[in-house]
């Protein structure tokens, strides 16, 4: 599975941002994560591909919403109300295992990577 990410791009804190990223083949769920300079990798977002069932962060919960278009095979994450520490380097990650139960929320439930895209809020 390849996956190919875009949308990052600087905006001003309060701003919104879309982020996409398109899968090339099926996978179970797909998620967002983020990296900021000298920190782990955190997860933001995932999306389980059959039902649509949902998972965020604390620190973004009713501010992004995850979705996803199963013709397009390619999810999306909607940012509102940017904030300078949302600022990042964004991943979209897929996790091709069928399983049962939610999605996971750490990196290694996740077996593909795609790229990632630079999200820069400023203040």
């Known amino acids: 599975v390849q996956l190919q990410a875009s949308g990052g791009g600087l905006v001003q804190a309060g701003g919104s941002l879309r982020l996409s990223c398109a899968a090339s083949?099926?996978?179970?769920?797909m998620g967002w994560f983020r990296q900021a300079p000298g920190k782990e990798r955190e997860f933001v977002a995932a999306v389980r591909w059959s039902g649509g069932s949902t998972r965020y962060s604390d620190s973004v919960k009713g501010r992004f919403t995850i979705s996803r278009d199963n013709a397009e095979n390619t999810v999306y994450l909607q940012m509102n109300s940017l904030k300078s520490e949302d600022t990042a380097v964004y991943y979209c990650a897929a996790d091709s295992r069928p399983r049962l139960g939610t999605v996971r929320t750490a990196t290694d439930g996740y077996d593909y990577w795609g790229q990632g895209t630079q999200v820069t809020v400023s203040s």
């Open positions: 083949g099926h996978t179970f769920a």
